[in-house]
Nanobody
């Protein structure tokens, strides 16, 4: 079992930055690929970014490429999402997720085994 706790969300003006953190406990953190997803009201949960076990490979949704950066610190059991140049359309609840099986490059929610409770990000125009 893995427990994931997100933090770092909040209200920011368009063009601003936020850094989300996701702290993991339980099974060996370094054995999981870690992803970030987001869900706006009335919409499906969308893929944002994923990072492999060692942290040397990443993949992003086109909508955030060049603005968001995913990283991880296995010594601290934490994955991060640095969000720059935020836009109002980035407003959503952001979730981190852990995947323990198969390829690391997971982009759909059902491929993940564990989820955090989410943290709200609101970008004002």
């Amino acid at each position: 079992q893995v427990q994931l706790v997100e933090s770092g969300g909040g209200l920011v003006q368009a063009g601003g930055s936020l850094r989300l953190s996701c702290a993991a406990s339980g099974r060996t953190f370094s054995s999981f690929a870690m992803g970030w997803f987001r869900q706006a009201p009335g919409k499906e949960r969308d893929f944002v970014a994923v990072i492999n076990w060692s942290g040397d490979s990443t993949y992003y949704a086109d909508s955030v490429k060049g603005r968001f950066t995913i990283s991880r610190d296995n010594a601290k059991n934490t994955v991060y999402l640095q969000m720059n140049s935020l836009k109002p359309e980035d407003t959503a609840v952001y979730y981190c997720a852990a995947a323990s099986r198969g390829s690391w490059r997971r982009t759909v929610p059902y491929e993940y085994d564990y989820w955090g409770q989410g943290t709200q990000v609101t970008v004002s125009s």
